[in-house]
Antibody, heavy 123, light 107 residues
Framework: EVQLVESGGGLVHPGRSLRLSCVAS????????MHWVRQTPGKGLEWVSG????????VYVDSVKGRFTVSRDNTKNSLYLQMDSLTREDTGTYFC????????????????WGQGTLVLVSS | SYELTQSNSVSVALGQTARITCGGD??????VHWYQHKPGQAPVLVIF???NRPSGIPERFSGSNSGNTATLTIVRAQPGDEADYYC???????????FGGGTRLTV
């Protein structure tokens, strides 16, 4: 069974940092592009970042460029999101999601999602 | 920049047909995916690449995409279909991903 489990969320002061993790099981993480998607209070889903299966392409939404860094450790079947200089606008639930097509140079549909981890940025 | 437009909410009577639309410039030339999201749960892919249904998704769910509008259709709507529905596209040129604003379906 494919499973994604996020962790690392919590309460953090503005300007501070947080590192999210996503552990995959039931499939080989190394074969898939992976993404981080967030849902902010009262708003919908927002794609945050994506990384190709081979880490050759890493992309961010404009609002987090220069502050967030996505990475993966295929040996640990894990995906990470380092979030620096956090602002209140970053508050929300963060999901990791799997891109369905293996070893692709393009991105497609997200066929598996974790339950999410809550990030609360507040003083 | 590219935008996806969804209605905030759609209401449908039990057993009737719900249609949720996603508007975008020449969206018919892009692959559109649809997700169902219930509070406190992980989003679920219900339609991928315009018309395809993942295994486990009821046949009541279908999709279409042409011109400037993609549509998710749910026939014989059930209370369990109540959720937020999001369309999503990949913007190949910038390699970024875009979600629509979401539509809350009430049955």
């Amino acid at each position: 069974e494919v499973q994604l489990v996020e962790s690392g969320g919590g309460l953090v002061h503005p300007g501070r940092s947080l590192r999210l993790s996503c552990v995959a099981s039931g499939f080989a993480l190394e074969d898939h592009a992976m993404h981080w998607v967030r849902q902010t209070p009262g708003k919908g889903l927002e794609w945050v970042s994506g990384i190709t299966w081979n880490s050759e392409k890493i992309v961010y939404v404009d609002s987090v460029k220069g502050r967030f860094t996505v990475s993966r450790d295929n040996t640990k079947n894990s995906l990470y999101l380092q979030m620096d200089s956090l602002t209140r606008e970053d508050t929300g639930t963060y999901f990791c999601a799997r891109d369905r097509i293996v070893r692709s140079s393009s991105w497609y549909e997200f066929d598996s999602w974790g339950q999410g981890t809550l990030v609360l940025v507040s003083s | 920049s590219y935008e996806l437009t969804q209605s905030n909410s759609v209401s449908v009577a039990l057993g009737q047909t719900a249609r949720i639309t996603c508007g975008g410039d020449d969206i018919g030339s892009r692959n559109v995916h649809w997700y169902q999201h219930k509070p406190g749960q992980a989003p679920v892919l219900v339609i991928f690449r315009d018309t395809n249904r993942p295994s486990g998704i009821p046949e009541r769910f279908s999709g279409s995409n042409s011109g400037n509008t993609a549509t998710l259709t749910i026939v014989r709507a059930q209370p369990g279909d109540e959720a937020d529905y999001y369309c999503q596209v990949w913007l190949g040129r910038t390699f970024s991903v875009l979600f629509g604003g979401g539509t809350r379906l009430t049955v």
